[in-house]
Nanobody, 121 residues
Framework: QVQLVESGGGLVQAGGSLRLSCAAS????????MGWFHQAPGKEREFVAA????????YYADSVKGRFTISRDNAKNTTYLQMNNLKPEDTAVYYC??????????????WGQGTQVTVSS
């Protein structure tokens, strides 16, 4: 099994930045792709960004392209989401996930509990 714990969320003003971290434990030797998703109340969980095991391939939702950057440090068992130029519509709970896929929720097997990001105008 893999356990994932997100951190780094909080309250930030529009235009500000946050860096989310996802710490993995358990079977971290498995070569999982990692993804970030977010979910606002009453809405579906939406894809944000994903990265392959070695980090050579990255994928972004159109809404965050150019603002967010996903990265990973396998030696530290940690995946990051750098969020710049935050907008109020980015407000959501952010989840990290480990799996075999890229953009789809169904392609991920393990999920963290989420961290709240709130962007004020």
């Amino acid at each position: 099994q893999v356990q994932l714990v997100e951190s780094g969320g909080g309250l930030v003003q529009a235009g500000g930045s946050l860096r989310l971290s996802c710490a993995a434990s358990g079977r971290t030797s498995r070569r999982y792709a990692m993804g970030w998703f977010h979910q606002a109340p009453g809405k579906e969980r939406e894809f944000v960004a994903a990265i392959s095991w070695r980090g050579y391939s990255t994928y972004y939702a159109d809404s965050v392209k150019g603002r967010f950057t996903i990265s990973r440090d396998n030696a530290k068992n940690t995946t990051y989401l750098q969020m710049n130029n935050l907008k109020p519509e980015d407000t959501a709970v952010y989840y990290c996930a480990a799996g075999t896929g890229a953009r789809r929720v169904s392609e991920y097997d393990y999920w963290g509990q989420g961290t709240q990001v709130t962007v004020s105008s």
